[in-house]
Every structure is written in C-alpha cells, then in structure tokens.
C-alpha cells in the first residue's frame, strides 16, 4: 500500500465494547465501534477521512475548505471543525433553502465559522458550484474542494486503515466477530471498509445499511461503491484483485425507509431502546435506520443468535436536534 500523510488527530482511535443489555435481550453478542466519539466537532466517520483530506489540502497550500451536503450534513460541520483546527477557512454549499433559524448542524457549522452558501432555487449543482468558486476566486482565496462524504479514493483510505484498528482491538479483547454492520451513505466508509477487510484478510462478513439510495437504485449504489474500490485500489497501490462482479459487497436497500434524512416512527423507537438499554444516542438519518436494519435482521433470522455483529457507530446526533426532527419528536 502506497505511503499516504495524514493528521495525527489525538482521538482517531475510537472505543470498542459490547452492548450487554441489548445482547441479552437478542440473543446475538452485539459489539459497538464509537467512531462518534472521535473528539472533533462532536464526532462521527467522516474524521478518519477528514485526516489524510485536510492533510492533502496543506500539501497544496490550499487556505479554503469547500465541500457539499444537505443543510443539516455532519460531514459539512465535521470539515468546518477540521478546518478550524488547521488555520482553514471552510465554505458548504448545502442542497435546500436555508431555514428560518438555524438548527442542529447548521448552528455548529456557524460556531466553526463556515462560510453557509444555500443552493437557490432552480439553480444546478454546477452553477451554484461556479458561483461559489468565483467569489472565493476573487478574494485570492487558494480552495481545496472535498467531495460529497469526503468518499474521495484519498478520502477512502481512512476506513481501510479502521479495519486494521478494529481488528488490533478484538485481538487485545480476545474476541471475534461474524458480521460489521454500518449505515451505507455516500459509500466512501462502506468502499474503504470492504477494501479493509480485503487487504488485511478480516475474518468477518460486513453487511450495509442504505441509509441514503432509493430503494429500487441498488444498481446505481453497488456501481459507486465498485468504482470507488477500484479507483482507491489503482491509485494507492493496493494491488487487491477485487472481482466485485463475481462477489458485489452486501447492502440491504430497505433501510433507507421513508427517504434520505426522513423520520419514521421505527427508527424513533429503536433510538429509544438503544438510549435506554445502552446509553447510546443514535439519529434519524443514519445510525437510527442502520441500527433498526441490524434488529430487523436479527428477526428475520438473516443474523443468528449466538452470532457476534459489530456495529460502527458513524455519529449524527447533532441532526436530531434539527427543526425537523424536534417537530417529529413532539408528535412521537
């Protein structure tokens, strides 16, 4: 694997411990990764990838952050707090009109003091993309652009590296796992997990949660889950013969629910077992619908008792104080 910079961020390395209440009550030895607990912006997955993509950004004397999500992105607030810590200015471009008041994310984005540009009406990714550019080129600004996710190839590597991480911390344990469950998004952690377990030959299945793809575009979603794998695989030297046509990594498409970011009354009680079993928050967005497809197939029989599943907590918790959710909280 080619040698890649990164910053040595101090809590990269995130606990590992069992959920001995919800366990017990399953019947599977359930496990928990708390990559929210990270110490960066309140924390969540996107660090990891954070660390080689901020780094990258001060190789090329960039002095500008620029990346995209919803208004409520965790991955915009956790560059904006990256950001921070380099010296960096950081601007988001956010898909959605920009609320009354801002909530959740948007709140800690403007105490990390990120530059809030709102996608306006009838205005396309790339015309937005170009207005933005333009303003920053006009301050002299040197802009380093981060994809949707981080799930850059660059990007990619930090959830490679977690497979090692994981592994050193069952070993230390004395124990095992069958299966890693995670929420599959914009499938840069989903991709670098697979590469992972595929470069140091994890004994163990990991199956995804979509949490963002319609149900009907598996194929779209397992075409960019392939592609970043591949591009990661090139670029840094892998040298991995991935053969995902023969063997496509597994990802349940139901869990996206209602739609991307969108309450539903399950996933609201399944936040609430997981907040009063284990202490644990989970959101509507991601975890709470990832961790609801692991209790489904718990039920479903897809996962046996006596099985040991790991489930890797990518943070979020921010969002379920969004206007939006609050309003479902109340009717829930």
């Keep these: 694997m080619k040698t890649v910079r990164k910053i040595q961020y101090p809590l990269l390395t995130t606990p590992l411990h069992t959920l001995p209440i919800l366990s017990q009550k399953t019947g599977v030895e359930l496990l928990i990764k708390r ?9 969540g997955n996107k660090i ?42 950081c601007g988001l471009i956010l898909s959605g009109e920009k609320p009354p008041q801002p909530s959740g994310n948007l709140l800690l984005d403007q105490l990390f003091g990120a530059e809030l540009n709102f996608k306006q009406e009838q205005e396309s990714d790339e015309e937005v993309r170009t207005r933005v550019l333009n303003h920053y080129a006009k301050l002299n600004k040197i802009v380093y652009e981060i994809p949707l996710g981080g ?14 991480e994981i592994l050193d911390q069952l070993e230390d344990m004395n ?14 952690t989903f991709a670098g997990l697979n590469l992972g377990k595929m470069l140091y030959q994890a004994p163990f299945e990991i199956l995804g949660m979509n949490v963002l793809f319609p149900k009907n575009e598996e194929v779209a979603l397992h075409t960019l889950i392939s592609t970043s ?14 053969n995902l046509n023969a063997k496509p990594p597994r990802i349940i498409m139901e869990t996206v ?25 989970l959101d509507y967005c991601y975890t ?5 497809g692991l209790m489904q197939a718990i039920e479903q029989g897809l996962i ?10 990518t943070g979020g918790a921010p969002g379920i104080f969004s206007d939006t959710h609050a309003r479902f909280w109340e009717k829930s």
């Design 151 to 164: 799930s850059s190839p660059l990007g990619i590597l930090g959830y490679v590296e977690a497979i090692k």
């Design 48 to 89: 990891r990838k954070l660390a080689y993509l901020v780094q990258d950004a001060l190789d090329q004397k960039a002095d500008t952050l620029l990346t995209y999500g919803g208004v409520q992105t965790n991955h915009g607030r956790l560059t904006a707090a990256a950001a921070s810590m380099a010296g960096l200015s």
């Design 304 to 313: 046996q008792p006596g099985q040991r599943v790991l489930f890797l907590h």
């Design 175 to 188: 124990q095992t796992i069958d299966i890693l469950v995670v929420a599959v998004g914009s499938g840069g």
């Design 35 to 43: 990559d929210d607990l990270n110490g960066i912006g309140l924390g």
């Design 288 to 292: 709470g619908k990832a961790f609801l």
């Design 257 to 281: 629910g209602k739609g991307y970011n969108k309450s539903d009354t399950k996933t609201h009680a399944i936040m609430q077992l997981m907040a009063r079993c284990e202490g644990i928050i």
């Design 229 to 242: 794998m591949e591009q990661t695989n090139r670029l840094y030297n892998l040298n991995l013969n991935l």
